[in-house]
């Protein structure tokens, strides 16, 4: 798993559940680095950490973390990424190629998901996520917080996924103006 996971994971406690959380969870772990990658136990270890101080699910901290690596974490480091594309769906469709290619060929051991991402008519995406992590409610949260960052709101229609015994998560993407609905 990418450091930069690990380190929004501990601002995201800071911002959402304050730093005793955040010190009660990361507070024994080494400084994790964005130029590098991690075991991905020690990342499912820090939820189940996190779970038990914020009385939040592990699904629930992971949508959130993905929600605010996109919308906070993401667009703070790599605002260039999010600049040169005017909506979610653009952004989302040079994921793969400008962003993935570049983690696998700068970090070692550096592992981010295969994503297969086609337009959908003309506003929507088809998202195909294949990964040994099985982390599909973090894909759920990044893209969210990114429909965030532009303004959006994300409603994902999940139609496969691997936690249901599927060979891959399978989501149509359509994206509408605002916040979610509460």
């Not at 990658?37 to 038990?52: C, I, Q």
């Not at 600049?83 to 060929?105: G, K, N, Q």
């Not at 592992?111 to 297969?116: A, E, T, V, Y």
């Not at 086609?118 to 949260?141: E, F, H, N, Q, W």
Request: overall charge negative; glycine content about 8%; charged content about 20%.
């Amino acid at each position: 798993m990418h450091g930069v996971i690990f380190t929004s994971f501990r601002d995201y406690l800071v911002s959402a559940h304050g730093n005793d959380t955040a010190t009660a969870v990361f507070g024994a772990e080494p400084e994790y680095l964005l130029s590098e990658s991690y075991p991905d136990d020690g990342l499912l270890r820090l939820v189940e950490l996190a779970s038990a101080h914020t009385g939040l699910e592990p699904d629930e901290l992971f949508f959130e973390l993905g929600v605010f690596t996109a919308e906070v974490t993401f667009a703070r480091l790599y605002p260039a990424f999010f600049d040169v594309c005017p909506s979610t769906r653009d952004f989302l469709l040079t994921v793969e190629t400008r962003i993935h290619e570049l983690v696998r060929a700068t970090i070692p051991n550096a592992g981010p998901p295969h994503l297969d991402i086609t337009p959908l008519g003309d506003k929507g995406v088809s998202i195909v996520y294949a990964s040994p992590r099985r982390m599909c409610v973090l894909l759920r949260g990044l893209t969210e917080g990114a429909a965030r960052r532009y303004g959006e709101h994300a409603e994902m229609d999940e139609r496969t996924c691997m936690l249901r015994g599927d060979p891959a998560c399978t989501f149509d993407v359509s994206f509408s103006l605002g916040s979610p609905s509460a």
